[in-house]
C-alpha cells in the first residue's frame, strides 16, 4: 500500500482544523497509509532543520513534493495523475511538505523532488494541510472512478 507522509510545520491549535484533518486522514484509510508529521513553528531556518530531519526518516526513494506558491500549478486530476504516475513507477512513498510563515529555505526547495501549487494565492499552514489532504482523498477517488462532488 502506498504510503503517504505530510510533514507539516504549525500546530493546529483549533478543535476544528483538527475535526477536518481528521475526517479526511479517517477516509484516506481506504487507499493508502497516510501520516502526519507536525513540526512546532519557529524561524525559517530551524523549520529548516526540523523538515530535513523528517525528511532524513523517511525511505531514501521516498519522492518529495513541496506546496510552493512558486511551484508548478497543479489541478486536482493533475494531482491524480501524478500520484498514479509515482505509484506505477514503482515509488511507495511520497511525502507531501508545507512549509511555515515565512516559507522554506533554499535547502528545503533543493531537497524536494519537485514543488507545486494549488494556485496563486497564500494560505495559512492549518487550512493549507486541510486543503492538502482533501485534495488527495480527491485524488484516490478521481483515479478509482468513485463519484465524487465536482
Same mark, same amino acid.
Given at each position: 500500500?502506498l504510503?503517504?507522509?505530510v510533514i507539516a510545520?504549525g500546530?493546529?491549535?483549533?478543535?476544528?482544523?483538527?475535526?477536518?484533518?481528521d475526517?479526511?486522514?479517517?477516509?484516506?484509510?481506504?487507499?493508502a497509509k497516510?501520516?502526519?508529521?507536525?513540526l512546532?513553528?519557529?524561524?525559517?531556518?530551524?523549520?529548516?532543520?526540523?523538515i530535513?530531519?523528517a525528511?532524513?526518516?523517511l525511505p531514501? =526513494?521516498a519522492?518529495?513534493?513541496?506546496?510552493?506558491?512558486q511551484?508548478? $500549478?497543479?489541478s @486536482?486530476? #493533475?494531482l491524480s495523475q501524478?500520484?498514479?504516475?509515482l505509484?506505477?513507477?514503482?515509488?511507495?512513498?511520497?511525502?507531501f511538505i508545507i512549509?511555515?510563515? =515565512?516559507?522554506?529555505?533554499?535547502?528545503?526547495?533543493t531537497a524536494?523532488s $519537485?514543488?507545486? @501549487?494549488? #494556485?496563486?494565492?497564500?494560505?495559512p499552514?492549518?487550512?493549507?494541510?486541510v486543503?492538502?489532504l482533501e485534495?488527495i482523498?480527491?485524488?484516490?477517488?478521481?483515479?478509482?472512478g468513485?463519484?465524487y462532488?465536482?
Open positions: 500500500m504510503q503517504i507522509t510545520v500546530k493546529l491549535k483549533e478543535r476544528f482544523w483538527r475535526e477536518a484533518c475526517e479526511y486522514l479517517k477516509r484516506l484509510k481506504a487507499y497516510v501520516s502526519v508529521v507536525e512546532p513553528d519557529s524561524n525559517a531556518q530551524r523549520e529548516a532543520a526540523l530535513t530531519e525528511l532524513g526518516k531514501a =526513494d519522492h518529495k513534493i513541496l506546496l510552493d506558491i511551484g508548478k $500549478e497543479i @486536482s486530476p #493533475g501524478k500520484i498514479d504516475s505509484a506505477l513507477s514503482g515509488t511507495s512513498h511520497i511525502a512549509g511555515g510563515s =515565512d516559507g522554506v529555505t533554499k535547502d528545503i526547495k524536494a $519537485e514543488r507545486i @501549487s494549488f #494556485g496563486p494565492i497564500t494560505l499552514h492549518n487550512l493549507a494541510r486543503v492538502l485534495q482523498y480527491r485524488a484516490f477517488r478521481i483515479s478509482r468513485e463519484p462532488h465536482k
